[in-house]
């Protein structure tokens, strides 16, 4: 099973890249866990800088309020009370790697050159009979040149409904653990052993891969500090009253 690198400056430029190398050298598999076929290759995109601009890409099924949701579960939990007998969740990567945290800020502390500041998201005994089991199986900090980098690995990665939004979400915990380090971000790695795209996406798949080729990448992005972070932030009161809304009707049950 052939592995490919895609790299890019910035997240849209590899992550676009990434799409682009599924379309055009994936396999059609079955996928016996939906019932359906899936186009699918093995993949790396490498990102230099994670934080880059622009950093928004418009090629993906969601909106600015789905990626605030989404950095709020990563980084902050946000869900994590969905989790429990007989609760909507089993897990979230966020309560599989949260714990783990405080030695990871200790470890960077202790020796910046670390090679050991790896947190582990799979649970062999939730996941082995998970009928989901976590897609994040790993994440590892690295300090190189005065930048904390991150390099993550998926056994699973869905590229069109989920890579970009995981993506932003890992890289908010990425700037989070930088500047609680003291240092400005470095670059992104996101490792996916199965990327794929499943048999109802191909047609987006095939949309997106097309903007790609005949479009420029200004036409397909949108700035983050400029533009889209105050979009983002703005969404928070909503998302909130939604969750502590959920909170309150799971406690009445």
């Given amino acids: 099973m052939k592995h490919h690198l895609v790299e890019g400056k910035t997240l849209p430029e590899a992550y676009h890249k990434a799409l682009v190398k599924l379309y055009e050298e994936g396999s059609m598999v079955p996928c016996p866990d939906y019932d359906t076929n899936m186009l699918e290759t093995s993949l790396t995109f490498y990102v230099e800088d994670a934080v880059a601009e622009p950093f928004i890409s418009k090629l993906f099924p969601g909106g600015h309020r789905e990626l605030q ?34 030695w990871i800020y200790s470890e960077l502390k202790k020796n910046p050159y670390t090679r050991r500041a790896v947190m582990n998201i799979r649970d062999f005994e939730v996941d082995t009979s998970n009928e989901h089991p976590a897609c994040l199986q790993s994440i590892q900090f690295f300090v190189r040149n005065d930048k904390l980098h991150m390099k993550i690995m998926m056994r699973s990665n869905d590229a069109v409904q989920a890579a970009f939004m995981n993506a932003v979400g890992f890289i908010a915990l990425q700037r989070k653990v930088a500047a609680d380090l003291g240092y400005a971000p470095g670059s992104y790695t996101h490792t996916a052993n199965s990327f794929h795209a499943y048999e109802r996406s191909f047609k987006t798949l095939e949309k997106y891969v ?28 909503e998302i909130m009253q939604q969750v502590n809304a959920l909170k309150e009707s799971m406690n009445r049950k």
């Fill in 210 to 237: 097309k903007d790609i080729r005949e479009r420029d990448i200004e036409e397909l992005t949108f700035n983050y500090e400029e533009f889209y972070k105050e979009l983002m932030e703005e969404s928070i009161p």
């Fill in 69 to 102: 949701q989404y950095t709020m579960e990563i980084v902050d939990g946000i869900l994590d009370f969905k989790i429990g007998d007989g609760n909507c969740w089993e897990y979230t990567y966020h309560q599989r790697f949260a714990y783990q945290l405080p």
